[in-house]
């Protein structure tokens, strides 16, 4: 059975601005959340305990979106 976690729970396991966690599901970087309602959202809790083991277990470098420094656009 799924579980859905609301916008206060997320922020309590993600310790992200709002705008992070939406720019990071824009890009499909981050579960999507799924409209309850027209004013009401909610995220699975299975796909949001996913993303945090595979971020635990990834070791990789998260690397920033935007433009390059200069010294590496040279």
């Known amino acids: 059975m799924k ?3 609301n916008r206060k729970t997320l922020h309590a396991m993600i310790p ?3 705008r992070a966690i939406f720019d990071m599901e824009k890009r ?3 579960p999507k959340r799924i409209a309850l309602t027209s004013r009401n ?7 949001v305990e996913a993303w945090i083991n ?3 277990t990834s ?3 998260i690397v920033r ?6 010294a590496l656009t040279a």
């Open 59 to 61: 070791g990789t470098k």
């Open 16 to 18: 992200l601005s709002e």
């Open 54 to 56: 595979a971020r635990k």
């Open 3 to 5: 579980r859905l976690i």
């Open 28 to 30: 499909g970087e981050f």
């Open 41 to 47: 959202v909610a995220w699975d809790l299975d796909e």
């Open 65 to 70: 979106p935007g433009p390059l420094p200069l």
